[in-house]
């Protein structure tokens, strides 16, 4: 039996998708310990792993890029945030580690003291990664605004002059900070801001092909495993059976992003559609909305079930929502508000697995066109899911980190766990 340690940051979309693979190693009798945020303990607890709160200080820093009045610049606030939750999470995964006195770590990629400070723990350590790998490539876009593939000789010299553009702003914000901290650290400085994920010996890219742009040059410690979907378990709504027409399921993000217009223009832009709107607003207030006769809105509700109804998913952009949908098949129209949002926007446009739909052009009517294009790209999505489902999810996870620490050979074990 191996003691695995696993850190995130404080999000729930960086939780959820690392939970399949931590229930796998746990039934396979390897013991399992995690430290997430404080809201989610009490059900990390009740699958079996023992789990403990991330220093609370970390999350009383809390993403303020929807301040931003520009992409870039909404980037460059993202990056604050996750530098000052450095100077936290490096010491929190340190009193982790005496705690736990692990066998073998694994590291939210935004945690990016505790990447660190597993660095500097010398022992076998991986990362995972739910949202689109900021790498650079000679077969991709420079990472951030969503540019499209580049189309022959004169999209291949826009993607070279624009790389330093897009890559120097944030590696001038990003590694006088950071390299100030893994010097404390004890660990080499970095060189470039990709050096943060080339750095783990394995990390587990929750992603696949054909959603993910093909390159010949990924690094050789990055593993493709697939979308890995995973909800708290939870019974169906008991008025899902009661809806008759097809369902667009509106989600928003998970961290407060200021994007509850979203749901006020799919909640007027579909009103007279032969749709039923479902919006989950985990960060806003639903009674700030008035729903006409053919939507609800809710703070939560299981996606999974309501996806299996569902004609297509209106998404913000966030990774996990988006591959969510697409893991089942659905079609999504994204409406990319910042972060890493551009990229998966992108992504679901160049797959002809959905439509986009910038912010700035947001309206009811440019939404309700938008839905109706994406409605009719479930072949796309279909492709899509089955990339990850042949990318391994999960099981992929859990063999990658046997292979890198612990040790071969442990039995399967039966354990009583909630499904």
């Not at 939210?108 to 790998?133: I, K, V």
């Not at 000679?138 to 330093?164: E, K, S």
């Not at 914000?173 to 470039?192: A, H, K, Q, Y």
């Not at 279909?382 to 990339?387: C, F, H, K, S």
Request: glycine fraction near 8%; charged fraction near 25%.
């Amino acid at each position: 039996m191996t003691r695995v340690l696993a850190y995130t940051s404080p999000a729930r979309g960086h939780l959820f998708p690392v939970t399949p693979i931590l229930d796998e190693l746990h039934d396979r009798g390897h013991d399992v310990a995690v430290r997430t945020l404080s809201s989610q303990v009490e059900l990390m607890r009740e699958r079996g792993l023992d789990a403990e709160p991330i220093d609370a200080a970390i999350e009383e820093i809390e993403h303020d890029d929807y301040l931003a009045r520009t992409p870039l610049g909404a980037q460059k606030r993202a990056m604050r945030v996750l530098c000052g939750r450095a100077e936290l999470d490096a010491a929190d995964l340190r009193r982790a580690i005496d705690e736990v006195r692990p066998d073998l770590l694994l590291v939210d990629t935004n945690a990016w003291g505790a990447m660190a400070a597993a660095e500097a723990w010398g022992r076998p350590w991986a990362s995972w990664c739910p949202y689109p790998l900021p790498l650079r490539s000679r077969d991709v876009p420079p990472f951030g605004p969503g540019f499209p593939p580049a189309r022959g000789a004169a999209g291949r010299i826009r993607d070279a002059a624009l790389r330093p553009v897009v890559f120097g702003s944030l590696e001038r914000l990003i590694r006088p900070s950071m390299n100030e901290l893994r010097r404390r650290i004890g660990v080499p400085p970095l060189s470039s801001a990709a050096d943060l994920f080339l750095a783990p010996p394995l990390v587990l890219y929750m992603t696949a092909e054909p959603f993910e742009y093909p390159r010949s040059d990924w690094p050789g410690n990055v593993r493709m495993i697939g979308a890995c979907d995973w909800d708290p378990p939870a019974d169906p709504p008991a008025w899902l059976g009661d809806v008759d027409e097809p369902i667009v399921l509106v989600t928003t993000s998970s961290e407060f992003q200021d994007d509850g217009r979203l749901v006020r223009s799919a909640l007027e832009g579909l009103a007279a559609e032969p749709l039923h709107v479902v919006a989950t607003l985990p960060s806003n207030d639903p009674a700030a909305f008035d729903p006409p006769a053919n939507a609800r809105v809710l703070r939560f509700a299981p996606h999974g079930p309501i996806l299996e109804r569902a004609a297509c998913a209106i998404t913000h952009g966030g990774m996990g929502a988006t591959q969510k949908a697409l893991a089942r098949s659905v079609p999504v129209c994204v409406i990319p508000f910042g972060r890493d949002q551009l990229e998966v926007a992108r992504r679901v446009e160049v797959a002809r697995a959905g439509a986009r739909l910038p912010a700035s052009r947001l309206n009811p009517a440019r939404l309700r066109d938008a839905v109706k294009e994406a409605i009719e790209c479930r072949g796309g999505a279909r492709r899509v899911a089955e990339g990850y489902r042949s990318a391994g999810g999960a099981v992929a996870g859990a063999d990658a980190l046997e292979e890198l620490g612990a040790p071969r050979g442990v039995p399967q074990v039966s354990v009583n766990r909630i499904p």
